[in-house]
Nanobody, 123 residues
Framework: QVQLVESGGGLVQAGGSLRLSCAAS????????MGWYRQAPGKQRELVAT???????NYADSVKGRFTISRDNAKNTVYLQMNSLTPEDTAVYYC?????????????????WGQGTQVTVSS
């Protein structure tokens, strides 16, 4: 019904930058919030940043001032600009769409996850 496809991950040196994209497709009527989460080896998945349909943002303390989340509502796409990357940012980054209402069922919303994209920062 709904697919989230991430792109933009890869290998970068410490201090470098990457830009992640996540496009949601399907019979989408609206999406409440979109966000990025990450999971490093041996650790739990954690929130990186979220953005509502109105543009309100929330960031993990560890990425404030370095990462910027943005969103194109018309394209159902969310972006994560990551600057000043450190090896501690190495993880699989997952996109999430919250409260997705479908065109044929607009009165209720569900959450969806992407498959994840690997980000590796070398020292």
């Amino acid at each position: 019904q709904v697919q989230l496809v991430e792109s933009g991950g890869g290998l970068v040196q410490a201090g470098g930058s990457l830009r992640l994209s996540c496009a949601a497709s399907g019979s989408i009527f609206s999406i409440n919030a979109m966000g990025w989460y990450r999971q490093a080896p041996g650790k739990q998945r954690e929130l990186v940043a979220t953005i509502t349909s109105g543009g309100s943002t929330n960031y993990a303390d560890s990425v404030k001032g370095r990462f910027t989340i943005s969103r194109d509502n018309a394209k159902n796409t969310v972006y994560l600009q990551m600057n000043s990357l450190t090896p501690e940012d190495t993880a699989v980054y997952y996109c999430k769409a919250d409260g997705v209402a479908l065109t044929w069922r607009p009165w209720t919303g569900h959450d969806y996850w992407g498959q994840g994209t690997q980000v590796t920062v070398s020292s």
